[in-house]
């Protein structure tokens, strides 16, 4: 049986809040919706797990004694008291789970009984994979890239009744948001030349080619605004520079994704006679 703290890859001391960075990361990374490995469902149920645990303190004490056997339903009863053995189970999912004479606790595994639901608690909206029982009223809402960047206040009609939501910062393009009763999906409109890649924002910005050569200092637009930004002598067409925290934001979350400039160099299709005379002298010296 694996170590919850290591599937985490967090310490045995870590805080709540180190578990809950650590969840966040590896959930992004192994949802299958995005990751299409073989073992990325498995991956993220498996972090899910560990995640319902360690992240509720009175299940985390009864796992800090005795290991992941008291969840597992494995293993040799600890301390010599009765054990006693639960399946729940949840459409294609099935939870095995073994509380101990002397354990004063028993779990209720219905608040995280689908693995995706977690995800959805923790992130703020409906995992593709989520398993429901009952249909939900879904409606549409279109979004512009800064609202769903930053968030917004939206009314919607919901069986005839004005309603206003809270779209959280972060969205991104055919989301499901989970409310009280009905689910909402966002379409967002592209932006005329910041491109997204999930919570990543990308832009291309020329530069003339004496500042490729030379070096200097350029203003780019970002989701913040105007910001300057070293270019490096000696700069190639196609040189990144990753401006790290300086994405869109995660639902529910202080995490950003990161800014990117791709630089092009911008080469003029007329040059004046002098420019030449200079062009070819600086050939003879490169």
């Known amino acids: 049986m694996k170590d919850y703290y290591e599937i985490l890859g967090v310490s045995k001391d870590a805080s709540q809040e180190e578990i809950k960075r650590a969840y966040r990361r590896l959930a992004l990374k192994w949802h299958p919706d995005k990751n299409k490995s073989p073992e990325a469902e498995e991956r993220f149920k498996e972090i899910n797990k560990a ?3 360690l992240s509720n303190p009175e299940k985390r004490k009864v796992y800090d004694l005795y290991g992941p056997a008291a969840f597992e339903g494995k293993g040799a009863t600890p301390g010599g008291g009765g054990a006693r053995t639960y399946t729940y189970k949840k459409g294609p999912f099935t939870y095995t789970y073994t509380t101990f004479g002397d ?3 028993d779990f209720d595994f219905e608040g995280f009984s689908d693995p995706f639901e977690i995800f959805e608690s923790f992130f703020g909206f ?3 994979f989520s398993r429901r029982r009952k249909p939900r009223d879904v409606y549409k809402i279109k979004l512009s890239f800064e609202e769903a960047v930053k968030g917004v206040e939206k009314e919607i009609v919901v069986k005839g009744k004005t309603k206003k ?3 959280p910062a972060g969205v991104d393009n055919g989301q499901r948001i989970r409310f009280s009763d009905f689910d909402v999906v966002v379409e967002v409109e592209p932006h005329p030349y910041f491109k ?5 924002v990308y832009v291309e910005h020329e530069i003339d080619f004496p500042t490729a050569v030379l070096g200097g200092v350029i203003e780019v637009e970002t989701l913040e605004g105007p910001l300057k930004v ?4 000696g700069t190639k067409d196609g040189t990144v520079v990753r401006l790290k925290g300086k994405g869109i934001p ?3 979350s202080s995490a950003r994704g990161d800014f990117y400039i791709i630089f092009r160099i911008k080469v003029p299709e007329k040059v004046s006679s002098r420019a030449k005379e200079l062009l070819e002298k600086l050939k003879g010296e490169v």
Do not use: A, L, N
């Open 51 to 53: 995640y319902e645990v």
């Open 103 to 105: 354990i004063p606790f």
């Open 126 to 128: 409906r995992s593709p």
């Open 165 to 167: 939501i809270k779209i």
């Open 196 to 200: 997204r890649q999930g919570q990543d």
């Open 230 to 233: 070293k270019v490096k002598p």
């Open 250 to 252: 995660y639902p529910h």
